[in-house]
Structures are given as C-alpha cells and as structure tokens.
C-alpha cells in the first residue's frame, strides 16, 4: 500500500460515525422530553411519577452529551472506554428516566434500543450481548424500585423482560451488521487503495517515460506534462500553464491539427527551450469533444538524427579512402591536362570554353572529395577557450578581405558582453565562413543588398551562449527547409550540398548545435547553440 493510500486510511471512519450519531441522540432525546414534560399536558405522559427527578435526569443527560462531544472532538484512536463509558451513562439515564416516568409501562424502554444497537456495532457480538444483558438486568431493577416505591404495577416486569428480549434482538442483529458493514469498508477500503496506487503508478509511468507527453486541454492549458516534456518546453511547462506562453509553434500546429480534422502535418524541427536540441510532434485526440483534450508526443530528434549521421559518416569514411586513391588521382590528372591544353595557341573559342568546363568540374570533383576526406577527420577535435565577440571582428575583417566585400557589408551586433565559448577554432571559422559566405552570396541577389548580420548572446532559458548569421535574402522554400542538412542537396546550380551538411558536423563534434528559422521579415537565420559552460570538461582546454 502506498503512502498516501495509507495515510488517507490510518482513522477508522466507521466507529466515529457511530459514536457521532449516538452523541447526537443524547442531545436530542433529553430536549424532546422535556419538551413533551413543560407542554404535554395532565396527565403527563412522562415524568409523571417523579418530576423533579426526570428534569434532573434530562438536564444531565443532555451535560454528559456536550462532555462526550468535547471529549470525542480530539479524534483519538477509539478506545474501550470511548465504547462502553458512553453506553454505561445510556443505561443509567435512560433507566432513570423510565423510574421516574412510572417504570417499563411508560414505553420509555424503548429508546434503550438506541444506545445498544449503536454500541453493538462497536463492540461485536460478545460485547453487544453483554451491553444488552446489561441494560435488561437494568430495566428490571429500576421496575422493581418502581414497584416498591408503588408508581408501577407488577405488569410493568412483564413489560420489562419484553423490551430486554427486544434490546437482544437489537443487540444480534447490529454485530450483524456491523461485520458485515466492516466486510464491506473492508472492500472498499483496499479497493480504494488499488485506484490510489494504480493513479501513482500511471503518474509515476508517464513523467518518468522516455517519450515526451503534453496534454492540453480544450481552453489550450496544459493538464499534464511529465519531466522529459518539462526539459523539452522549459522550466515554466507547468499543469495549468497556458500552451501559446511556453510553446507558442507547438500551440500553432496543434491548431492546424485541430482544423485539419485530426490528419497530421508535418511538425518537425521544432527548437527546445534551452535551444539546444530539436524535437518533433506526434498529436492524438483525447475524448470527442470539438476542440477536445490532445496529447502530444514530441520526440527528441537529436540523438535520433545524431546516430543517422553517424551511420552515414561511416559509410562516408569508409568510402573516403577510395575516394581518395581511385578518383583524386585522375581527377588531378584531368584537371593538369586541361590546363596544358589551354596553353597551346592554335586553340579557337569554342575549344577554349570546353576547356573551361573540363578544369572548372575537375575543380569541383575535388572540393567535393576534399570535403568527403574533411568528414572522416571529424572527430580530430582541438577544442580551445575563445572571446567569441573578439575572435568574430578578427573574423570579419578576414572574410571581408578575402572576397572583396565593402565596409559594413557584414555587421557584428553584440547587445551583451563579451561571450566565452569553447570549441575547435579552425572548425568554428569554416561554419562561420561557410555560413556568411552563402548569406553574402543570397544577400548580393536582393538590390539593396542589407547587410549579414552576425548577433551574440545567451539563450533565456539555459544561458547557453549562441552565435546567429542572418540576411535579408530571398530566404529558403519551406519544402526545403527540413533537407538543407542533407548531405548533396543542394538549392544553387553548382553547389556541392555539403557545405550546410559539414558546418552541422562540426557543430556536433564540438557538442554545439545548428538549425535554419526563417527569419522575421524576410531571410534566412542560423543559429549556433555552443556547449554548456557547465558542462565543460574541468573547463581547461585540452
């Protein structure tokens, strides 16, 4: 049994219900005959033999009530005197009372069948017969003081030993069915315990799952969310918490969802919180309702898709040292031709420009190979402790240089302070480099040509530093967003389609992650999520 199955269990519910009851039976019973003694009339129907002894009576047993109830009101656990010192004053009052109202002829035997029925519910058979015996030899004796005293007749013993075997019938038939009310407590008791631990095993299995889980309700508020779902969405994915505050993309395709009649569209390359990882979205409705509860499934697609890249990593290195041997070799030997060819003066226009087309797809058969041999060296990893602002103006002021770009073509904004980043400085500057140069070549299409942007900081969430190029290009088809990553696939005529493909391969090795957004306003961004400081080996270089 459960904590909290137990502790909702520990007090015994059913004896204090009783003793409850017979409380409010000792209130109750005196006032109403006094009542019926002040305004019954001549002649009285109760009290009529003694009346200042049945006021007396009456007002005492109403006192010994409020004592009861004060003394009961602690809630202990119930003990053998909670059971029979009650049923003891019973006795006592009642019988006094029935001396005082002209003994057992009087009918007010009959209220003993109150306490002994309640009290044999209590104490079990053995002691609801014992409780009984007791109040008859107590019927009958006060009958015997009436009689002596002359306020009752010899016919009340008659009606005494009547009531006695009444009070044993009462007595039997209450152990009856106070075992079986107890069976039954008893059922539903330990049922009550199995709902309760069968709720904390589901909540125990749904947040400690593997596989990420969100219910939203209809109003879009968040009814469960377990730990998995809480990293994903961040630390204010709460029950309770509104969906459009703490994930306002997954709220955007679970409405598409929800006007799409339940068929599902593609939610994929959604961005966790801490931004460091990417997760997808599988929707199941809950209920008939329109719109109803939903439960979502989102599944962590960076390890997924990291051990996909590994897979073909592999294969690429494993076909990298043919490549290297059986395509490099006479690809260079091509090229050299070529360029030999070109030397010679007799040459017209048209062999020229064959010419050119043999030494420019010479050039880039072996940029391709280059890159192939650069991913099977992707785990040669150098990394170093770096300024971030500091390395990226050294950066641009090379990149600028370079490809002859004028003075504030590329921007750096840094709205905080420098950034310290760790990772590998020469595969740091080929995603920088890979990054700009293909946002400067998109951006020089636009007349205007705005600036690239490079922005620093620290993610909300996780305080992880990041590093964003973005531009103000045509930006990429939404069909072609989710394959930019793929090695060879490529947009541009010419393109080699590794270039996205090794910049994401870098990051990774470096424990940094790259995705695409589509930038506000028009244009492409990149975003660069570094490693953890935190979680930096002993945080030295190595």
């Known amino acids: 049994m459960t904590t909290s199955a137990r502790g909702h269990h520990d007090t015994p519910d059913l004896p204090w219900r009783v003793l409850g009851l017979l409380n409010l039976f000792r209130l109750l019973a005196p006032v109403v005959l006094l009542l019926v003694f002040s305004f019954g009339g001549e002649p009285r129907l109760v009290g009529a033999a003694h009346a200042e002894l049945f006021r007396a009576a009456c007002v005492g047993y109403f006192v010994?009530?409020?004592?009861?109830?004060?003394?009961?009101?602690?809630?202990?656990?119930?003990?053998?005197?909670?059971?029979?010192?009650?049923?003891?004053?019973?006795i006592l009052a009642l019988c006094t009372l029935v001396f005082a109202s002209g003994g057992a002829e009087s009918g007010l035997g009959i209220m003993l069948f109150v306490p002994v029925a309640g009290l044999s519910?209590?104490?079990?058979?053995?002691?609801?017969?014992?409780?009984?015996?007791?109040?008859?030899?107590?019927?009958?004796?006060?009958?015997?003081?009436?009689?002596?005293?002359?306020?009752?007749?010899?016919?009340?013993?008659?009606?005494?030993?009547?009531?006695?075997?009444?009070?044993?019938?009462?007595?039997?038939?209450?152990?009856?069915?106070?075992?079986?009310?107890?069976?039954t407590e008893e059922v539903v008791r330990q049922r009550d315990i199995d709902v309760a631990n069968l709720a904390e095993l589901s909540e125990y299995i749904v947040r400690h799952l593997r596989e990420s889980i969100v219910v939203v309700d209809a109003e879009d508020r968040v009814r469960l969310i377990n730990e998995s779902a809480q990293q994903l969405l961040g630390p204010d994915a709460r029950p309770g918490a509104l969906l459009g505050e703490i994930a306002p993309r997954l709220l955007y395709h679970i409405e598409r969802w929800r006007h799409g009649n339940g068929v599902q569209t593609p939610a994929s390359g959604l961005v966790a919180a801490d931004g460091s990882r990417e997760f997808d979205v599988h929707l199941a409705a809950l209920g008939r309702g329109t719109p109803g509860p939903v439960i979502a499934f989102l599944t962590?697609?960076?390890?997924?898709?990291?051990?996909?890249?590994?897979?073909?990593?592999?294969?690429?290195?494993?076909?990298?040292?043919?490549?290297?041997?059986?395509?490099?070799?006479?690809?260079?030997?091509?090229?050299?031709?070529?360029?030999?060819?070109?030397?010679?003066?007799?040459?017209?226009?048209?062999?020229?420009?064959?010419?050119?087309?043999?030494?420019?797809n010479a050039d880039r058969v072996s940029t391709i190979i280059a890159n192939v041999l650069q991913l099977s060296r992707r785990e040669t990893t150098r990394p170093a402790r770096l300024?971030?602002?500091?390395?990226?103006?050294?950066?641009?002021?090379?990149?600028?240089?370079?490809?002859?770009?004028?003075?504030?073509?590329?921007?750096?904004?840094?709205?905080?302070?420098?950034?310290?980043v760790r990772i590998d400085p020469t595969h740091l500057r080929q995603i920088v480099w890979n990054l700009c140069e293909n946002a400067a070549r998109h951006s020089g299409e636009v007349p205007e040509q705005p600036p690239v942007e490079l922005r620093t900081g620290r993610l909300p969430g996780s305080g992880r530093p990041f590093l964003e190029v973005a531009d103000r290009a045509s930006g990429i088809p939404a069909s072609a967003a989710?394959?930019?990553?793929?090695?060879?696939?490529?947009g541009r005529r010419g393109g080699t389609g590794l270039g996205l493909f090794i910049a994401r391969e870098l990051a990774q090795c470096n424990g940094s992650l790259l995705v695409y957004e589509a930038r506000p306003g028009g244009g492409s961004l990149f975003r660069v999520v570094f490693a953890d400081p935190l979680r930096w080996e002993g945080r030295t270089d190595d």
């Open 387 to 420: 300024w971030l602002n500091d390395w990226l103006g050294e950066f641009i002021d090379e990149f600028c240089e370079t490809l002859q770009l004028p003075e504030g073509r590329v921007q750096l904004v840094t709205p905080d302070a420098d950034i310290e």
């Open 64 to 90: 010994a009530g409020i004592g009861l109830i004060a003394v009961f009101k602690r809630r202990d656990a119930p003990a053998a005197w909670h059971e029979y010192v009650p049923g003891i004053v019973d």
């Open 300 to 360: 962590d697609t960076t390890q997924i898709a990291e051990r996909v890249q590994q897979s073909k990593l592999a294969a690429l290195g494993r076909l990298s040292a043919s490549i290297a041997h059986e395509i490099r070799n006479p690809v260079g030997a091509m090229s050299h031709a070529g360029q030999l060819l070109a030397e010679a003066v007799e040459l017209g226009a048209e062999e020229r420009r064959m010419i050119e087309i043999i030494t420019v």
């Open 482 to 490: 989710e394959r930019i990553f793929e090695p060879f696939f490529t």
């Open 121 to 183: 519910v209590l104490l079990g058979s053995r002691g609801a017969a014992v409780t009984a015996a007791g109040a008859g030899l107590a019927l009958l004796l006060q009958q015997g003081a009436a009689w002596i005293d002359g306020s009752a007749g010899p016919l009340g013993f008659a009606q005494a030993g009547y009531y006695g075997a009444v009070l044993f019938v009462a007595a039997v038939g209450g152990s009856f069915m106070a075992r079986r009310l107890r069976e």
